[in-house]
């Protein structure tokens, strides 16, 4: 069964904490993106990557950090210095340039 | 750089009756276009794109949307909604020079009601 999963469903942790978000997929895509989503802002870019071992930052990086070590992984740091991480990220991937992104189920952050 | 505007953010709207979600769109390439739906606590899942050809586009559960080159515009429809419509939607824009990356609008809460 093809497709996108992230997890956890639902993480809560403590400011000052780091804490990392898991996004895989298994639909053989090279591109991988890392929204986050707040209510009535729509979906803001974090992180890209458009190949293994290489990654972009989007409009929102600071506070956050990325790694792209194999094809189906993209995993999604938040560090203690982004300042309001309570939010719902999302992650995608996508094949080629025209392609449909295809969506996670999404991870919703909260920090106590 | 590309920006989105969707002019509704809330559309109160009854079973039965259609609806339309107005995006407009800014740019100086050729666009891609994209209609996401996102039903609560879940990921985006696509409705239509528009890529290039025709412009008037058909995708799931019946809805549609048609490109206005000349007034930048990407607006949906459905002729007749359902309760399970109830949900948010995103207008999406990316083109050539983008990486893929897609710039969203802020969305359009649909709520549709008996």
């Known amino acids: 069964d093809g497709g996108i999963t992230q997890s956890p469903k639902y993480l809560f942790r403590k400011e000052g904490q780091n804490v990392t978000l898991s996004c895989e997929q298994n639909?053989?895509?090279?591109?991988m993106y890392w929204y986050r989503q707040d209510p009535g802002q729509g979906l803001r870019l974090i992180y890209y990557?458009?190949?293994?071992?290489?990654?972009q930052k989007g409009d929102i990086a600071e506070g956050y950090s990325v790694s792209r070590e194999k094809k189906e992984s993209f995993p999604l740091t938040v560090t203690s210095a982004q300042k309001n991480p309570t939010a719902f990220y999302l992650c995608?991937?996508?094949?080629?340039?025209?392609?449909?992104?295809?969506f996670g189920p999404g991870t919703r952050l909260t920090v106590l | 750089a590309q920006s989105v505007t969707q002019l509704d953010s809330q559309v109160p709207v009854f079973e039965e009756a259609p609806v339309e979600l107005r995006c407009n769109y800014s740019?100086?390439?050729?666009?891609?276009l994209f209609w996401y739906v996102q039903y609560p606590n879940q990921g985006l899942q696509l409705l239509l794109k528009?890529?290039?050809?025709?412009?008037l586009v058909k995708g799931i559960n019946g809805f549609e949307a048609e490109f206005n080159k000349s007034q930048t515009s990407f607006h949906l429809r459905k002729p007749s909604v359902h309760i399970s419509d109830t949900a948010e939607y995103f207008c999406?824009?990316?083109?050539?020079?983008?990486?893929?990356?897609?710039?969203f609008g802020a969305g359009t809460q649909v709520v549709v009601t008996p």
């Open positions: 995608a991937s996508k094949a080629g340039e025209t392609d449909t992104q295809y």
């Open positions: 639909l053989n895509h090279d591109a």
């Open positions: 990557s458009q190949i293994v071992n290489d990654f």
């Open positions: 740019s100086s390439v050729s666009v891609y």
């Open positions: 528009y890529l290039s050809g025709s412009t």
């Open positions: 999406a824009v990316s083109d050539a020079t983008s990486w893929g990356k897609l710039q």
